[in-house]
């Protein structure tokens, strides 16, 4: 049998994530920048009552939306932290993390042939996302010299008659990229009088740096309803394994991706909706207590960071937000995955190349610093190790 035959052309289009390839590497004596996930536990504040929950049975399935409570507490978030009023729970939809909202956006709202503008470089899953849906990705170029923004132009550019949608996704992963309000409002008006929709991944809102705000753009006059929120508990909240995301949006486009979840996923899993709810109930008591502390951690790790590469020379775009930096390789003439294969072959150091996140990224890798001080400053010191010996040569 040849299987070539039968796998989907387009899934065997499609390449696995040069995030997990690198990740798959991992030794025992590997100092890792690979996988974008928070090195703090989630906090014992909320665990512990999911987990009392758990031992008394509290497993049955929710409704498919999400449990009404968790859902009512999102829109108080939402509202008080970003300003994002929405009438009522059913503009709101658990997933399982931000990543099937993600897909769920897609598959909702594309027809085949249906085109997607997505800034690159990218989160790996988006692109995929699309053609999975049917829909085309177009990918547009975004520049360290611009802050790695998506500017209004650039998006004016890439308009055609087939244009359903523009996915942003700032804080960015993996540039560390944030988008302010005005670089929003120019990027509204060009889609003003259109029926383009936005798919805003805004999983990272919360990590911004610099005294900078996030802005969503559903935050805009005339863009709430034609905007799609995506976010989750996953990063800030320190709740990647729980698997809890959302989506809010206008009420029919929620009904549309909740159609595709009841029929695929059913509902996200009871317990890690318990964990979420007691994540925010504590955060309001508290005012994010423990999201700022795991914050002020990030900016010491990002200062850090940031200097340690810049003295190598590996010149690195300041960023304002995620746990990422996105430094540039060009100037060892090695290319992004020939880089991050030797450093790790010779000092045990994992980096995604910048390929991973699309053609554009070529001439960085990325490291996440949401590890601890002491594996960044041994991976720091190295990596500088292994740049001498590139000079050395």
Not at 20 to 47: A, W
Not at 115 to 120: G, K, L, R, S, T
Not at 271 to 289: M, P, S, V
Request: net charge negative; hydrophobic share 40%; with cysteine.
């Amino acid at each position: 049998m040849d299987y070539r035959n039968i796998i989907s052309r387009t899934v065997a289009s499609i390449p696995p994530s040069g995030i997990r390839k690198y990740f798959d590497l991992l030794s025992d004596d590997c100092i890792s920048f690979g996988v974008g996930e928070p090195d703090f536990p989630t906090p014992d504040s909320y665990r512990l009552p999911a987990l009392e929950a758990l031992k008394h049975g509290r497993v049955a399935y929710t409704s498919n939306s999400g449990d009404p409570h968790l859902r009512e507490l999102i829109l108080r978030f939402l509202k008080e932290r970003y300003e994002l009023d929405y009438p009522d729970k059913d503009n709101i939809l658990i997933t399982v993390g931000a990543s099937q909202a993600i897909d769920l956006a897609f598959r909702a709202i594309l027809n085949p042939g249906d085109e997607v503008i997505i800034h690159e470089p990218s989160y790996v899953a988006y692109a995929p996302d699309v053609a999975l849906a049917g829909g085309v990705p177009v990918a547009v170029s975004v520049e360290a010299e611009n802050g790695f923004r998506l500017t209004a132009e650039q998006v004016k550019k890439a308009i055609t008659p087939r244009t359903k949608a523009i996915l942003l996704a700032y804080p960015n992963n993996p540039t560390g990229a944030i988008m302010k309000r005005e670089n929003l409002e120019e990027i509204a008006a060009v889609i003003e009088n259109t029926d383009i929709i936005v798919v805003s991944d805004e999983i990272y809102s919360e990590l911004t740096f610099g005294g900078n705000q996030h802005c969503s753009m559903a935050q805009l006059p005339g863009m709430k309803d034609r905007t799609i929120v995506i976010n989750g508990f996953s990063k800030a909240f320190s709740m990647t394994g729980w698997r809890v995301g959302y989506a809010a949006g206008h009420m029919e486009i929620i009904a549309a991706m909740r159609k595709v979840h009841q029929l695929t996923m059913l509902c996200a899993p009871t317990t890690g909706q318990l964990c979420a709810a007691y994540a925010l109930e504590i955060g309001f008591e508290t005012d994010w207590r423990d999201v700022k502390y795991m914050m002020n951690e990030y900016a010491k790790r990002r200062r850090y960071i940031i200097d340690r590469l810049n003295g190598m020379g590996l010149i690195c775009h300041e960023p304002e937000g995620a746990f990422y930096v996105f430094p540039s390789i060009q100037s060892t003439g090695l290319r992004s995955e020939e880089f991050c294969d030797r450093l790790l072959e010779s000092h045990k150091v994992v980096c995604v190349p910048g390929t991973a996140f699309g053609a554009f990224g070529e001439g960085f890798i990325r490291l996440c610093y949401a590890t601890s001080m002491e594996e960044i400053v041994e991976g720091m010191d190295r990596m500088e190790d292994f740049l001498k010996t590139l000079g050395d040569k």
